[in-house]
């Protein structure tokens, strides 16, 4: 058996000499990637901190979703409130006309009367002509919705009805209308002049 030269011998050694550099830096590149491995999972968030998070996002949520409900709630409030204004324009907007047209409802009133007593054939024209005059009114009334309160008989309703005074009357039950001295008028409900009474009691 042939004894190794130093020839070969220096090839050996100089072979396990790359092969042991080979592994260290395998070793090398093991240890590095294990620690940016651990330096990785350091920097990730820990399951307490993840469910932490995911709480105050499902309040957040809960929040923004109690914010559109409120939302909604108050355009449907608005929606409705600007509703009932606009029918109330409607139905009230000729109020103050109407309580202008009152008085030339009671001088009609007033001057049929006052024909009713005469029997002069002239006056009796005028009579018809003032009475399908004030015919001609009650039917416009009545298309407007304002109606008459003519309260005789009837208990006292303050809503209603302005005592303007108070007499005994052994006929009539006490807090009854006795007599009208001015009528009442509503506009759809609502008293736009109160009728204006004598009231009676015990």
Known sequence: MSKPTPEN??????????????????IISDEKLSENEQNETEDLPSLEQALEKIEEAELAADKAKDDVLRVQAEMQNLRRRTEQDVEKAHKYGQEKFSIELL??????????????Q??????KAIYDGVNLTLKSFMDCF?????EVIDPLGEPF???KHQAMSIQENPEAEPNTVISVLQKGYTLHGRVIRPAMVMVSKE
């Not at 011998?9 to 042991?20: E, F, G, I, R």
């Not at 008085?103 to 009713?116: I, T």
């Not at 005469?118 to 006056?123: A, K, L, T, Y």
């Not at 009545?142 to 304002?146: C, L, P, V």
Request: a negative charge.
């Open 118 to 123: 005469h029997d002069d054939e002239s006056v």
């Open 157 to 159: 309703d303050p809503q």
């Open 9 to 26: 011998t220096t090839d050996a050694d100089a072979n396990d000499v790359s092969d042991l550099k080979e592994k260290l830096k395998d």
């Open 103 to 116: 008085s030339v409802m009671d001088n009609l009133e007033r001057a049929l009367d006052a024909a009713s």
């Open 142 to 146: 009545s298309k407007f919705n304002i």
